[in-house]
């Protein structure tokens, strides 16, 4: 049986599915091979098993202590992904995986300290490190604060209790949850925040909101997952990208890169590790100046003839694309 694509060439099987909340599903899969991972990295997913689609998810097992790779996914209404993998799917059936990518990994960052913040499906990620970290850094002092909309939709409610954990829920707090949502009066209660690494998945304003607090408060060590891009405001000024393919012109800020520019002006574009990783976003530039961060999956001559990772490409005047 080939692969579909040569990004995706891990074979897996689903062994079982299971529902952690009302709209999210746990897809545990057998790998005949060893899969090598760390805690807290992504995967691309070939979605139907064609070359056409692919969508990154995070690896929401941790190597050397879960039996299966999983992939813990949110069905999101019209998500080409989302509704395939949580409705059609079934026990049995076959997936295709790229290699484990993200940096998002707390195996490498120090860990005398850790506070890991979580909103929704950020908590993927994160459950995959705690559980990481309680194997192989039992003497780790790990806060996790971890923020839902009510207090059906923690996801991997059963597991958490064997962690200390803080719940936040923004609507029907129950006993046991905060009221609202994520404040600086939590993160003070932290104690010995400003010593501690932090590391956050979430919606991007989330995130945003996390940095911009804990660095006011005090800490130095901080990541976050870059794995959500919110979608920007079209411009009506600055740079103008012309496709040929629709035709269709349309300008992006100076800065930008020309996958946001792409997606904010509505052109579809395959995207999906966002990091020049996958080569997912391959786009080819007629004409213009543009600089790359990197041209990982191109080849030379696919260089020469224009070809650019759209994620990683940032327009320097005008654009064509093919």
């Known amino acids: 049986m080939t692969m579909p694509t040569s990004q995706c060439p891990w074979r897996m099987q689903v062994h079982h599915i299971q ?32 070359a056409d689609t692919l969508r990154a998810y995070t690896l929401s097992s941790t190597p050397g202590v879960s039996e299966y790779i999983t992939l813990t996914v949110r069905r999101i209404d ?11 799917v079934k026990r049995g059936d ?73 719940l936040v829920a923004e609507h029907h707090a129950a006993h046991g949850f905060v009221a609202g949502r994520l404040s600086a009066s939590i993160l003070e209660s932290v104690p010995d925040l400003a010593q501690r690494t932090v590391m956050t998945c ?13 660095k006011r408060l005090g800490v130095t060590r901080f990541y976050k997952e870059q794995f959500f891009t919110p979608v920007a405001e079209a411009a009506t ?29 509505h052109v579809a574009v395959n995207a999906a590790c966002r990091a020049g990783v996958c080569g997912c976003c391959k786009t080819r530039v007629v ?23 759209a994620c990683s490409c940032h327009p320097q005047s005008d654009l064509v694309l093919a």
């Open 94 to 166: 076959y997936l295709w995986l790229s290699d484990a990518q993200g940096e998002f990994t707390c195996d490498d960052k120090p860990a005398d300290k850790m506070l890991l913040l979580a909103a929704g499906c950020g908590v993927t990620p994160v459950m995959s490190m705690r559980r990481w970290l309680a194997k192989y850094r039992p003497d780790t002092d790990v806060q996790v604060i971890f923020s839902v909309r009510s207090p059906e939709d923690v996801i991997f409610a059963d597991e958490w209790r064997q962690y200390p954990l803080t």
């Open 237 to 265: 000024s600055g740079l103008k990208i012309t496709t040929l393919q629709p035709a269709k012109a349309f300008y992006a800020p100076v800065g930008t890169t020309l996958l946001e520019a792409l997606e904010s002006n």
């Open 202 to 214: 979430g919606p991007a304003p989330y995130m945003d909101w996390v940095e911009e607090n804990v």
């Open 287 to 309: 004409s213009g100046e543009y600089r790359v961060t990197s041209t990982m999956t191109l080849s030379e001559e696919e260089q020469q003839q224009g070809y650019v990772l």
């Open 78 to 88: 019209d998500g080409k992904g989302s509704e395939w993998l949580t409705r059609e």
């Open 19 to 50: 529902q952690e909340t009302p709209d999210v599903w746990t897809l545990s899969l057998l790998c005949h091979d060893h899969y090598p991972y760390r805690a807290g990295q992504y995967a691309l997913v070939s979605i139907r098993n064609t």
